[in-house]
């Protein structure tokens, strides 16, 4: 309040433009101070990389550079959309999130009521602290464990967990990583171990904003804990349950490149190559199609945020503060 | 026994384990958060017990639950000994502290300024922040602007880049806006404190457990960070992080093998290039399970939902 009213407290009329400006300045210098190196780093890191977007519409030479290089229109976005291995990616893509939604995001909801009903405070918070961990390892070594478990045994070791396991009941071992059609199965399942818990903490905090006296007033009225969790407990938090709902479908377009690159193979392209994994092969990870990959992150980006500008819509149509 | 199972149990009628003080549904719920739970731990247990189990023992296979035969810490004396191991993890020690510490200073000053929507400007500079979260130049942009500011193959575009963290700028301009007390300012202001005061003497003493919280998690994203290297540095082999390491030993056929003939010549037993992949990752995970108590304690507490704050 003190703030505002001293901000509305006008300089004298005779003042300059140029005065009032260092008035005001003078005034919040150190809010300006305190702006300027993120202001900076924004400036040349964030908005820096906007300049090579245009080699989406050039063709790239190294000797002439980003500005020198020729414009070549709409060229590459034609490419991009007669390339059989970019459509391949772009329906992998949609299809794995699809998976992710359809179960991960039905299991985050189930396992927050799940953990809520527990109600021993030591068992509960043990199974917090187990559910939350596996979203702070990075997918390096969660790929790691993936492969521990499910490796394929070889001459000079035993293989997998798993398959060691398949072995001993008298099985065949199976090599589950380079099976094309179960990577996005594989994809869904430790997507939801490493995220669930994680995930399900949004919820929780919807859930400590009921009232007992809810429950209380249901028990009187004979409800029992299963009646009560999805009578009282689900409604509730619905609306977060809607949010995240969008939020979730606002990255349909979206690829976990550190989750697919480091389990993919070349075996598995065809069920397993998404589009980042894809833009990236085709320009750093081996390629020089620079122009194309620019091009179809452009694409995608815009996608994207059209998308997420419409989810943002329903957001704030929710009543709730939206994302901007 | 048998006529109580084929019964089925039902919630309020006392069955055998409802005399226990149990009945169905706590089953069911003890049950499957109990499972996912081991789920989510026990590959980490198996990878540690595996890790430390002796060679006789570790060729037997199996689910281990506990290490058979005692401990044996050759397979680290063997990944120790291999002399980019020490450097990369002396490459994400260094790379990590002066990243997070750059990182937070950065986004805190900048997330506390753009809180403070009354000064000119803030409105616009947070949309032009938050704008970044959905749209970016993409790859090959990045890598010609690297190029330009001369940051290619250079340790520092493991640091410098990263510098505004745009998912916890959010999550901190959230926090200065809603979860500081505005009396406390007011009050601070009433007694004649500046600018400069009520950052360093109200606003940072109070935030002092968030600020915490968001330095623990941006050390965490930074320890494991690759992509830096993988993009932008390549094949400079004294520059790799600890998380390459781990990649290379996961996929890299020939950097595998530099292990195994370096334990062979150290005298030890040729370890099975699992086993060897299971020392990493325990070494990998080491730093990440010390902060995580401190980490849990903070986001439980909501500071992570600052995006989708009721």
Not at chain 2, 283 to 302: D, E, N, R
Request: charged letters at 15%; aromatic letters at 14%.
């Amino acid at each position: 309040m003190i703030g505002r009213s001293i901000t509305a407290a006008r300089p004298p009329r005779h003042v300059g433009k140029w005065e009032r400006f260092l008035i005001y300045m003078r005034k919040y210098w150190f809010i300006y101070l305190l702006v300027l190196p993120g202001l900076i780093c924004m400036i040349v890191f964030n908005y820096g990389t906007m300049y090579g977007i245009q080699l989406a519409f050039k063709d790239y030479s190294p000797r002439l550079g980003v500005w020198g290089s020729p414009w070549v229109g709409f060229t590459h976005f034609q490419e991009m959309i007669q390339d059989p291995s970019f459509i391949r990616a772009f329906q992998n893509t949609v299809i794995i999130n699809v998976y992710k939604i359809a179960f991960g995001f039905t299991f985050n909801v189930f396992l927050a009521l799940f953990i809520n009903e527990i109600k021993r405070k030591k068992v509960k918070s043990v199974v917090q602290t187990c559910v939350y961990l596996p979203y702070f390892l990075s997918w390096v070594i969660f790929a790691g464990l993936i492969q521990v478990f499910l490796e394929y045994p070889s001459a000079s070791d035993l293989g997998g967990v798993v398959n060691q396991v398949i072995q001993s009941l008298g099985g065949q071992p199976v090599d589950f990583l380079k099976e094309p059609s179960m990577f996005r199965g594989i994809l869904t399942i430790s997507n939801i171990i490493k995220t669930a818990g994680y995930s399900s903490i949004v919820y929780f905090a919807a859930m400590a904003g009921i009232s007992p006296t809810l429950y209380e007033s249901a028990a009187i009225d004979g409800a029992n804990r299963k009646d009560m969790m999805f009578h009282i407990t689900l409604p509730r938090i619905l609306p977060s349950v809607a949010i995240m709902l969008i939020l979730e479908l606002s990255g349909l377009f979206a690829s976990n490149f550190d989750q697919v690159y480091n389990l993919y193979s070349n075996y598995v392209l065809s069920t397993g190559d998404v589009l980042s994994t894809y833009i990236y092969r085709i320009s750093l990870g081996g390629g020089t199609e620079y122009e194309l990959s620019t091009a179809m992150n452009l694409v995608l980006n815009l996608g994207g945020l059209i998308v997420v500008l419409i989810a943002n819509k329903f957001v704030e149509k929710l009543d709730v503060q939206g994302i901007f | 026994m048998k006529r109580n199972r084929s019964k089925k149990p039902s919630i309020g009628r006392r069955t055998m384990l409802g005399r226990l003080g149990f009945n169905f549904y706590d089953v069911f719920i003890y049950g499957f958060c109990i499972l996912f739970a081991l789920v989510c731990v026990y590959p980490m247990w198996y990878v540690f017990v595996a890790s430390v189990t002796p060679y006789e023992e570790y060729i037997k296979g199996g689910l281990m639950l506990w290490p058979r035969g005692g401990v044996d810490f050759q397979y680290y004396i063997a990944i120790f000994s291999t002399k980019s191991f020490l450097n990369s993890l002396w490459i994400s020690v260094s790379k990590t502290v002066l990243a997070t510490v750059l990182s937070v200073l950065v986004t805190s000053t900048m997330a506390y300024a753009v809180s403070k929507t009354h000064v000119r400007g803030m409105k616009v500079i947070n949309a032009l922040v938050v704008f970044n979260l959905f749209f970016t130049g993409g790859l090959i942009p990045q890598y010609m602007l690297y190029q330009d500011l001369g940051l290619l193959r250079s340790y520092w575009v493991m640091v410098i880049p990263g510098a505004l963290n745009i998912t916890y700028f959010v999550i901190m301009r959230n926090y200065f806006t809603y979860s500081v007390p505005k009396e406390l300012e007011e009050a601070a202001r009433l007694d004649g404190c500046t600018d400069v005061g009520l950052f360093f003497r109200i606003v940072m003493p109070v935030s002092k457990a968030m600020v915490a919280a968001v330095t623990l998690f941006i050390a965490v994203i930074n320890w494991n960070d690759y992509y830096n290297y993988m993009m932008f540095i390549g094949n400079k082999t004294e520059l790799q992080p600890f998380a390459w390491i781990l990649r290379r030993m996961l996929v890299d056929q020939s950097m595998m093998n530099t292990v195994r003939n370096g334990a062979a010549s150290l005298g030890l037993q040729t370890p099975p290039p699992m086993a060897l992949r299971m020392a990493t990752i325990i070494c990998a995970m080491v730093p990440i399970l010390c902060v995580y108590p401190f980490l849990q304690k903070y986001f439980t507490s909501g500071i992570t939902l600052g995006a989708v704050k009721e």
